[in-house]
Protein backbone atom coordinates (compact mmCIF):
# COMPACT_ATOMS: atom_id res chain seq x y z
CA UNK A 1 0.00 0.00 0.00
CA UNK A 2 2.86 2.56 1.18
CA UNK A 3 4.57 1.31 -2.02
CA UNK A 4 1.65 2.02 -4.29
CA UNK A 5 1.36 5.34 -2.75
CA UNK A 6 4.89 6.19 -3.14
CA UNK A 7 5.37 5.40 -6.86
CA UNK A 8 2.48 7.25 -7.32
CA UNK A 9 3.15 10.23 -5.35
CA UNK A 10 7.03 10.82 -6.42
CA UNK A 11 7.40 11.68 -9.89
CA UNK A 12 5.08 14.70 -9.39
CA UNK A 13 6.87 15.40 -5.94
CA UNK A 14 10.01 15.05 -7.80
CA UNK A 15 8.63 17.85 -10.60
CA UNK A 16 7.34 20.65 -7.92
CA UNK A 17 10.48 20.51 -5.76
CA UNK A 18 13.38 20.22 -8.32
CA UNK A 19 11.57 23.03 -10.14
CA UNK A 20 11.95 24.94 -7.07
CA UNK A 21 15.57 24.38 -6.78
CA UNK A 22 16.67 24.72 -10.16
CA UNK A 23 16.61 28.32 -10.00
CA UNK A 24 18.29 28.90 -6.59
CA UNK A 25 20.95 25.93 -7.66
CA UNK A 26 20.87 28.04 -11.05
CA UNK A 27 21.90 31.35 -8.90
CA UNK A 28 24.27 30.03 -6.84
CA UNK A 29 26.39 28.70 -9.42
CA UNK A 30 26.18 31.78 -11.16
CA UNK A 31 27.17 33.82 -8.16
CA UNK A 32 30.21 31.50 -7.69
CA UNK A 33 31.15 31.48 -11.36
CA UNK A 34 31.24 35.46 -11.49
CA UNK A 35 33.49 35.57 -8.47
CA UNK A 36 35.65 32.70 -9.19
CA UNK A 37 36.56 34.31 -12.64
CA UNK A 38 36.45 37.40 -11.05
CA UNK A 39 39.29 36.45 -8.87
CA UNK A 40 41.07 34.43 -11.40
CA UNK A 41 41.34 36.76 -14.33
CA UNK A 42 41.72 39.70 -12.47
CA UNK A 43 42.58 39.40 -9.42
CA UNK A 44 45.07 36.38 -9.65
CA UNK A 45 49.26 37.19 -10.68
CA UNK A 46 50.64 36.00 -13.71
CA UNK A 47 52.60 32.79 -12.93
CA UNK A 48 56.45 33.29 -13.25
CA UNK A 49 57.29 30.73 -15.49
CA UNK A 50 54.37 30.03 -17.67
CA UNK A 51 52.99 34.03 -17.94
CA UNK A 52 49.06 34.44 -18.46
CA UNK A 53 48.71 31.11 -19.98
CA UNK A 54 48.16 29.07 -16.89
CA UNK A 55 44.63 31.13 -16.40
CA UNK A 56 43.48 28.21 -18.48
CA UNK A 57 43.95 25.95 -15.51
CA UNK A 58 41.22 28.00 -13.85
CA UNK A 59 38.83 26.11 -15.96
CA UNK A 60 40.77 23.21 -17.18
CA UNK A 61 41.31 21.40 -13.82
CA UNK A 62 37.39 22.48 -12.56
CA UNK A 63 36.24 20.33 -16.12
CA UNK A 64 38.68 17.71 -15.10
CA UNK A 65 37.96 17.37 -11.63
CA UNK A 66 33.75 17.50 -13.51
CA UNK A 67 34.77 14.36 -15.87
CA UNK A 68 35.70 12.42 -13.01
CA UNK A 69 33.46 12.98 -10.54
CA UNK A 70 30.29 12.47 -12.81
CA UNK A 71 31.74 9.60 -14.12
CA UNK A 72 31.67 8.04 -10.61
CA UNK A 73 28.07 9.17 -9.72
CA UNK A 74 27.10 7.96 -13.07
CA UNK A 75 28.57 4.74 -12.79
CA UNK A 76 27.16 4.06 -8.87
CA UNK A 77 23.55 5.51 -10.02
CA UNK A 78 23.90 2.77 -12.79
CA UNK A 79 24.99 0.13 -10.22
CA UNK A 80 22.14 1.42 -8.26
CA UNK A 81 19.52 1.16 -10.89
CA UNK A 82 20.95 -2.65 -11.78
CA UNK A 83 20.99 -4.24 -8.29
CA UNK A 84 17.98 -2.60 -6.95
CA UNK A 85 15.91 -2.08 -10.27
CA UNK A 86 15.76 1.58 -8.90
CA UNK A 87 14.46 3.15 -12.21
CA UNK A 88 15.47 6.77 -10.81
CA UNK A 89 19.10 5.47 -10.85
CA UNK A 90 19.10 4.91 -14.35
CA UNK A 91 17.28 8.12 -14.92
CA UNK A 92 20.34 10.27 -13.20
CA UNK A 93 22.86 8.27 -14.78
CA UNK A 94 22.08 8.36 -18.54
CA UNK A 95 20.86 12.00 -17.51
CA UNK A 96 24.96 12.09 -16.52
CA UNK A 97 26.28 10.99 -19.69
CA UNK A 98 26.46 13.80 -21.87
CA UNK A 99 27.46 15.99 -19.15
CA UNK A 100 30.00 14.57 -18.19
CA UNK A 101 31.14 13.40 -21.79
CA UNK A 102 30.83 17.09 -22.67
CA UNK A 103 33.04 18.11 -19.30
CA UNK A 104 35.66 15.77 -20.66
CA UNK A 105 35.25 17.13 -24.04
CA UNK A 106 36.21 20.76 -22.48
CA UNK A 107 39.13 19.19 -20.40
CA UNK A 108 40.71 18.13 -23.62
CA UNK A 109 40.27 20.48 -25.64
CA UNK A 110 41.41 23.10 -22.80
CA UNK A 111 44.51 21.00 -21.75
CA UNK A 112 45.66 20.93 -25.35
CA UNK A 113 45.00 24.69 -25.88
CA UNK A 114 47.71 25.05 -22.74
CA UNK A 115 49.83 22.21 -23.88
CA UNK A 116 50.52 24.17 -27.26
CA UNK A 117 52.02 26.93 -25.71
CA UNK A 118 53.65 25.23 -22.91
CA UNK A 119 54.46 21.87 -24.35
CA UNK A 120 55.25 22.58 -28.38
CA UNK A 121 52.56 20.34 -29.18
CA UNK A 122 48.97 20.15 -28.74
CA UNK A 123 48.74 16.28 -28.27
CA UNK A 124 50.89 13.44 -26.77
CA UNK A 125 50.10 9.80 -26.10
CA UNK A 126 50.82 10.95 -22.23
CA UNK A 127 49.09 8.47 -19.79
CA UNK A 128 47.02 11.66 -18.02
CA UNK A 129 45.85 12.40 -21.79
CA UNK A 130 45.51 8.75 -22.90
CA UNK A 131 43.52 7.80 -19.79
CA UNK A 132 41.27 10.84 -19.89
CA UNK A 133 40.38 10.10 -23.56
CA UNK A 134 39.54 6.86 -22.70
CA UNK A 135 36.77 8.14 -20.47
CA UNK A 136 35.73 9.85 -23.10
CA UNK A 137 35.03 7.19 -25.11
CA UNK A 138 33.61 5.38 -22.11
CA UNK A 139 31.37 8.14 -22.22
CA UNK A 140 30.42 7.76 -25.57
CA UNK A 141 30.09 3.82 -25.11
CA UNK A 142 27.61 4.36 -22.55
CA UNK A 143 25.56 6.53 -24.72
CA UNK A 144 25.78 4.53 -27.83
CA UNK A 145 24.23 1.63 -25.60
CA UNK A 146 21.90 3.49 -24.55
CA UNK A 147 20.34 4.71 -27.51
CA UNK A 148 20.77 1.62 -29.80
CA UNK A 149 18.97 -0.76 -27.33
CA UNK A 150 15.27 0.03 -27.43
CA UNK A 151 13.84 -1.99 -24.62
CA UNK A 152 14.93 0.77 -21.82
CA UNK A 153 15.57 -1.85 -19.16
CA UNK A 154 17.50 -3.64 -21.11
CA UNK A 155 19.43 -0.39 -22.63
CA UNK A 156 19.76 0.36 -18.72
CA UNK A 157 21.25 -3.00 -17.60
CA UNK A 158 23.93 -3.10 -20.59
CA UNK A 159 25.52 0.63 -20.31
CA UNK A 160 25.28 0.13 -16.27
CA UNK A 161 27.64 -2.72 -16.65
CA UNK A 162 29.79 -0.81 -19.18
CA UNK A 163 29.86 2.07 -16.46
CA UNK A 164 30.75 -0.09 -14.16
CA UNK A 165 33.63 -1.88 -15.66
CA UNK A 166 34.72 1.88 -16.87
CA UNK A 167 34.55 2.93 -13.50
CA UNK A 168 38.35 1.69 -13.24
CA UNK A 169 39.71 4.16 -15.28
CA UNK A 170 39.01 6.91 -13.30
CA UNK A 171 41.79 6.15 -10.50
CA UNK A 172 44.10 5.15 -13.58
CA UNK A 173 43.38 8.99 -14.78
CA UNK A 174 43.89 10.41 -11.11
CA UNK A 175 47.44 8.05 -10.62
CA UNK A 176 48.23 8.50 -14.00
CA UNK A 177 51.06 11.23 -12.93
CA UNK A 178 52.17 9.56 -10.42
CA UNK A 179 53.07 6.16 -11.28
CA UNK A 180 53.95 7.22 -15.01
CA UNK A 181 56.27 9.75 -15.06
CA UNK A 182 55.56 11.56 -18.34
CA UNK A 183 54.42 14.54 -19.51
CA UNK A 184 51.61 15.96 -17.84
CA UNK A 185 52.60 17.49 -14.62
CA UNK A 186 51.52 15.89 -11.00
CA UNK A 187 48.00 17.18 -9.29
CA UNK A 188 47.66 20.79 -8.66
CA UNK A 189 46.27 19.59 -5.22
CA UNK A 190 46.98 16.37 -3.60
CA UNK A 191 44.44 14.52 -1.16
CA UNK A 192 46.97 14.42 1.55
CA UNK A 193 46.08 18.49 1.51
CA UNK A 194 49.41 20.01 0.86
CA UNK A 195 48.49 22.50 -2.21
CA UNK A 196 51.60 23.52 -5.07
CA UNK A 197 50.06 26.80 -5.36
CA UNK A 198 49.69 29.97 -3.39
CA UNK A 199 46.33 31.03 -1.56
CA UNK A 200 46.07 33.74 -5.15
CA UNK A 201 45.23 31.44 -7.08
CA UNK A 202 44.36 28.45 -5.31
CA UNK A 203 40.70 30.16 -3.74
CA UNK A 204 39.73 31.07 -7.25
CA UNK A 205 40.32 27.38 -8.66
CA UNK A 206 38.32 26.00 -5.72
CA UNK A 207 35.42 28.49 -5.74
CA UNK A 208 35.19 27.71 -9.60
CA UNK A 209 35.09 24.47 -8.63
CA UNK A 210 32.52 24.35 -6.41
CA UNK A 211 30.63 26.70 -9.25
CA UNK A 212 31.33 23.61 -11.76
CA UNK A 213 30.03 21.42 -9.16
CA UNK A 214 26.69 23.46 -8.77
CA UNK A 215 26.64 23.53 -12.64
CA UNK A 216 26.34 20.04 -13.00
CA UNK A 217 23.62 19.73 -10.32
CA UNK A 218 21.59 22.23 -11.70
CA UNK A 219 21.72 20.38 -15.43
CA UNK A 220 21.57 17.26 -14.06
CA UNK A 221 17.88 17.95 -12.13
CA UNK A 222 16.93 19.68 -15.72
CA UNK A 223 17.64 16.40 -17.67
CA UNK A 224 15.72 14.13 -14.99
CA UNK A 225 13.01 16.08 -14.87
CA UNK A 226 12.87 15.61 -19.07
CA UNK A 227 13.15 11.99 -18.20
CA UNK A 228 10.23 12.25 -15.72
CA UNK A 229 8.28 13.80 -17.81
CA UNK A 230 8.39 11.31 -20.76
CA UNK A 231 8.14 8.64 -18.44
CA UNK A 232 5.01 10.31 -17.22
CA UNK A 233 3.53 11.06 -20.67
CA UNK A 234 0.18 9.36 -19.68
CA UNK A 235 -0.36 10.51 -16.06
CA UNK A 236 -2.78 13.38 -15.60
CA UNK A 237 -0.64 16.14 -14.09
CA UNK A 238 1.92 15.69 -17.12
CA UNK A 239 -1.06 15.81 -19.84
CA UNK A 240 -2.81 18.85 -17.39
CA UNK A 241 1.26 20.67 -17.71
CA UNK A 242 1.52 19.98 -21.49
CA UNK A 243 -1.88 21.64 -22.10
CA UNK A 244 -0.95 24.58 -20.13
CA UNK A 245 2.26 24.74 -21.66
CA UNK A 246 0.70 24.64 -24.75
CA UNK A 247 -0.91 27.66 -24.70
CA UNK A 248 1.34 29.81 -23.28
CA UNK A 249 3.92 28.51 -26.09
CA UNK A 250 1.89 28.55 -29.14
CA UNK A 251 0.37 32.20 -30.61
CA UNK A 252 -2.93 32.03 -30.52
CA UNK A 253 -3.39 32.67 -34.56
CA UNK A 254 -1.72 29.60 -35.08
CA UNK A 255 -3.40 27.73 -32.55
CA UNK A 256 -7.24 29.05 -34.10
CA UNK A 257 -5.44 27.84 -37.65
CA UNK A 258 -4.85 24.53 -36.36
CA UNK A 259 -8.11 23.95 -35.22
CA UNK B 1 41.99 46.77 -20.95
CA UNK B 2 43.87 45.82 -23.98
CA UNK B 3 47.24 44.17 -22.11
CA UNK B 4 44.13 42.11 -20.33
CA UNK B 5 42.40 40.36 -23.93
CA UNK B 6 46.45 40.49 -24.49
CA UNK B 7 47.15 37.66 -22.01
CA UNK B 8 50.42 38.50 -22.36
CA UNK B 9 50.70 36.88 -26.02
CA UNK B 10 48.75 34.25 -25.25
CA UNK B 11 45.14 35.28 -26.01
CA UNK B 12 44.49 33.54 -28.95
CA UNK B 13 44.75 30.18 -26.32
CA UNK B 14 43.39 31.57 -23.75
CA UNK B 15 40.17 32.95 -24.61
CA UNK B 16 39.88 29.75 -26.54
CA UNK B 17 40.07 27.87 -23.88
CA UNK B 18 37.42 29.99 -21.88
CA UNK B 19 35.28 30.35 -25.74
CA UNK B 20 34.88 26.38 -25.89
CA UNK B 21 34.73 26.11 -22.11
CA UNK B 22 31.71 28.45 -21.94
CA UNK B 23 30.11 26.94 -25.06
CA UNK B 24 30.03 24.14 -23.62
CA UNK B 25 28.17 25.38 -20.63
CA UNK B 26 25.88 26.78 -22.05
CA UNK B 27 24.58 23.88 -24.68
CA UNK B 28 23.98 21.92 -21.29
CA UNK B 29 21.64 24.39 -20.01
CA UNK B 30 19.93 24.66 -24.09
CA UNK B 31 19.24 20.98 -24.44
CA UNK B 32 17.37 20.23 -21.68
CA UNK B 33 15.65 23.78 -21.97
CA UNK B 34 14.63 22.84 -25.39
CA UNK B 35 13.96 18.95 -24.70
CA UNK B 36 11.23 19.71 -21.95
CA UNK B 37 9.34 22.67 -24.19
CA UNK B 38 9.38 19.99 -27.40
CA UNK B 39 7.89 17.45 -25.00
CA UNK B 40 5.07 18.79 -23.58
CA UNK B 41 3.74 20.33 -26.94
CA UNK B 42 4.25 16.95 -28.36
CA UNK B 43 2.23 15.34 -25.69
CA UNK B 44 -0.43 18.54 -25.90
CA UNK B 45 -0.59 17.65 -29.46
CA UNK B 46 -0.95 13.70 -28.86
CA UNK B 47 -3.76 14.69 -26.56
CA UNK B 48 -5.54 17.10 -28.80
CA UNK B 49 -5.62 14.59 -31.59
CA UNK B 50 -6.65 11.77 -29.23
CA UNK B 51 -9.55 14.04 -27.93
CA UNK B 52 -10.38 14.81 -31.88
CA UNK B 53 -10.35 10.47 -32.55
CA UNK B 54 -12.67 9.95 -29.84
CA UNK B 55 -15.28 12.32 -31.39
Known sequence: MWLWFHKLGSPKYFWTISGRLIPWLGGVTGVLMAVGLYLGLF????????GESYRIMFIHVPSAWNSMFIYLVMAVSAAIG??????????VAAASAPIGASFTLATLVTGS???????????????????????????????????????????????????????????????????WN???????????????????????????????????????LMRTRCEVLERERNSAWVQ???????????PALSRSRAE | MSEFFHMGGYAFYVWSAYAV??????????VPLRAEQKLLREIARKAARAKRDML
Open chain 1, 82 to 91: LIWKMKVADS
Open chain 1, 113 to 179: LWGKPMWGTWWVWDARLTSELILLFLYMGFMALQSTIEDRQKAARASAVLAIVGAVNVPIIYYSVIW
Open chain 2, 21 to 30: TFAVLLVNVI
Open chain 1, 43 to 50: VAPPDYQQ
Open chain 1, 240 to 250: ELAQEADTNLT
Open chain 1, 182 to 220: TLHQPPTLSMAGTAAIVPSMLIPLLILAFAFKFFYVTVL
